[in-house]
């Protein structure tokens, strides 16, 4: 069975990361989409509504298990058996950092990094956006899939 990890905070999730996730599950027998805790990053939702949030909109897919993890993402990776990360690259920018991360996650488990290219209808997408545009009472749901 072909199992990945499609990581990230989803504080909340974007159409930008359904899509990334979307296009995976086509790829892969299993999508293990995992809710990152970061000790340093205060949240909007909680992990557990973030799960729920998740799990209501991928709903329609059949491959796809929703999971959470406080810790490293390669430690997750090898306690749950999954070889592979894939990751959503919008620009340039988040390049530099993704490969950086995708080397040390080799070096430390022999974990591969698979990066998409994110639609150009959602390259300007991250969940910090959608916090900022929430926060002063902008409509969000063109973006973003509450439930």
Request: include cysteine; aromatic fraction near 8%.
């Amino acid at each position: 069975m072909r199992r990945v990890v499609c990581p990230g905070s989803f504080d909340p999730i974007t159409n930008g990361h359904l899509d990334i996730i979307a296009r995976a599950c086509t790829l892969f027998d299993e999508v293990v989409i995992a809710v990152l805790v970061n000790q340093t990053k205060s949240s909007l939702f909680t992990v557990d509504e973030r799960i729920e949030m998740i799990k209501q909109v991928t709903s329609r897919y059949t491959n796809i298990k929703v999971d959470s993890w406080s810790g490293l993402l390669v430690d997750y990776c090898r306690t749950n058996k999954i070889p592979t990360i894939v990751k959503g690259l919008r620009a340039v920018s988040d390049f530099d950092y993704e490969l950086q991360m995708s080397q040390v996650n080799l070096q430390l488990q022999g974990v591969e990094t698979l990066f998409m290219s994110t639609a150009p209808s959602h390259s300007f997408l991250s969940s910090s956006l959608v916090k900022e545009i929430a926060s002063y009472g902008g409509d969000v749901r063109h973006i973003c899939q509450l439930p």
